[in-house]
């Protein structure tokens, strides 16, 4: 990994700063431009945005941020925006298009997500269905079989990945299979301040995908380690009333209520809770992770980072499609 060390710059130092910052964002300005195929799919159709993240993964409500972003950028705006469990059919007239929010829970990992995506899918045989940028993981080669041969019915189903590992376990759904970067990549830049930034943060992962350490690294002085969840703190009481808020407005069915709470009060929380993530990350030099949205977010703020693959290769697999040509970024293997 490049990096300019603390101290006073000579000319050729200030020059070789420059020239791999250079370098990274025109990679970064060039991964907000492949999401077209989105916007024509979508363009004066009415369409609705469902599975939005109600939970503490900043990694998640990054995706929802980029996408509301790559919405208002592109003249797009959902009649509805809910999660999947209160989606009500109702609201579903001939030629509207379902678009599934994107991310890492399509498989069995988070098997109650991609159930109720399943049941969604086969409900709406007459719709379009588009799934956001997404990676595949199965554990279990019977239930990628089984949700293959539910999801492959389908007619009009548009699965957008975001690795080529994923892309060749696609076509088991559908034919319409489109390889592009994650949703994130639309907030960027990402403009920070704060003093002068020191140390080392580690993200570390408490959860399945969570991998080991690599022996490499195990010496790297760390000022501060936590995760997403230690990162929003006391403020997920936020979280629980957007919870609370949204199961009385589906009780009495009230779907506009519902999306004007998605957008006028989660939204802000979600970008409230990124603002934590990000002045974390700014008041510190390197962000070593293991989730990819630590990275994601790393390079969104142009910052220094070492990035550990997760438990089966996403991180990796990403990283090599997308982000491994930046001199700031740093992909360790055990």
Same mark, same amino acid.
């Given at each position: 990994?490049? @990096?300019?060390?603390?101290?006073?710059?000579?000319?050729?130092?200030?020059?070789?700063?420059?020239?791999?910052?250079?370098?990274?964002?025109e990679i970064m300005l060039g991964l907000k431009q492949h999401h077209t195929a989105i916007t024509a799919l979508l363009k004066g159709r009415r369409f609705h945005y469902i599975d939005i993240p109600v939970h503490d993964n900043i990694g998640d409500l990054l995706?929802?941020?980029?996408? +509301? !972003?790559? %919405?208002?950028?592109? @003249?797009?705006?959902?009649?509805? &925006?809910?999660?999947?469990y209160y989606f009500d059919h109702q609201w579903v007239r001939p030629g509207d298009v379902? +678009?599934?929010?994107?991310?890492?829970? %399509?498989?069995? *990992?988070?098997?109650? *997500?991609?159930?109720?995506?399943e049941k969604l899918i086969?409900? %709406?045989?007459?719709? !379009?269905?588009?799934?956001?940028?997404q990676t595949l993981? /199965?554990?279990?080669? #019977?239930?990628?079989?089984?949700?293959?041969?539910?999801?492959?019915?389908?007619?009009?189903?548009? $699965?957008?990945?975001?690795?080529? +590992?994923? #892309?060749? $376990?696609?076509? #088991?759904?559908?034919?319409?299979?489109?390889? &592009?970067?994650?949703?994130?990549?639309?907030?960027y830049p990402i403009r920070h301040s704060g003093g002068a930034a020191q140390g080392n943060v580690r993200i570390q992962r408490v959860d399945p995908e969570k991998p080991k350490t690599p022996e490499s690294l195990r010496s790297l002085p760390i000022r501060t380690t936590t995760d997403w969840v230690d990162v929003i703190g006391d403020e997920r009481r936020l979280m629980t009333l957007f919870a609370k808020l949204e199961w009385r407005f589906d009780r009495y069915g009230w779907d506009r209520a519902l999306t004007k709470l998605a957008?006028? /009060?989660? +939204?802000?929380?979600?970008?409230? /809770?990124?603002?934590?993530?990000v002045?974390?990350?700014?008041?510190?030099?390197t962000i070593v992770t293991d989730r990819l949205h630590g990275?994601?977010?790393?390079?969104?703020?142009?910052?220094?980072?070492?990035?550990?693959?997760?438990?089966?290769?996403?991180?990796?697999?990403?990283?090599?499609?997308?982000?491994?040509?930046?001199?700031?970024?740093?992909? &360790?293997?055990?």
């Open positions: 990994m490049n @990096g300019i060390q603390a101290g006073s710059l000579s000319q050729q130092d200030f020059t070789e700063d420059k020239t791999i910052m250079q370098k990274h964002q995706i929802m941020l980029g996408t +509301v !972003r790559f %919405f208002k950028d592109n @003249g797009l705006s959902p009649a509805t &925006v809910s999660n999947t379902l +678009v599934f929010h994107g991310g890492g829970n %399509f498989g069995d *990992i988070y098997g109650s *997500i991609h159930d109720l995506r086969a409900a %709406f045989p007459d719709n !379009r269905i588009v799934l956001m940028p993981f /199965f554990s279990s080669v #019977e239930a990628r079989a089984r949700s293959a041969a539910t999801i492959s019915r389908h007619p009009d189903l548009h $699965l957008f990945v975001r690795d080529t +590992v994923s #892309e060749k $376990l696609a076509y #088991e759904f559908t034919d319409k299979v489109y390889l &592009v970067p994650d949703m994130a990549h639309h907030l957008l006028w /009060f989660w +939204v802000p929380v979600s970008r409230r /809770f990124m603002g934590k993530a002045k974390l990350f700014a008041d510190h030099e990275h994601i977010l790393s390079c969104l703020m142009d910052k220094k980072n070492i990035v550990i693959d997760n438990s089966y290769g996403k991180n990796s697999t990403y990283m090599n499609q997308w982000t491994a040509a930046s001199p700031l970024t740093t992909l &360790v293997k055990e």
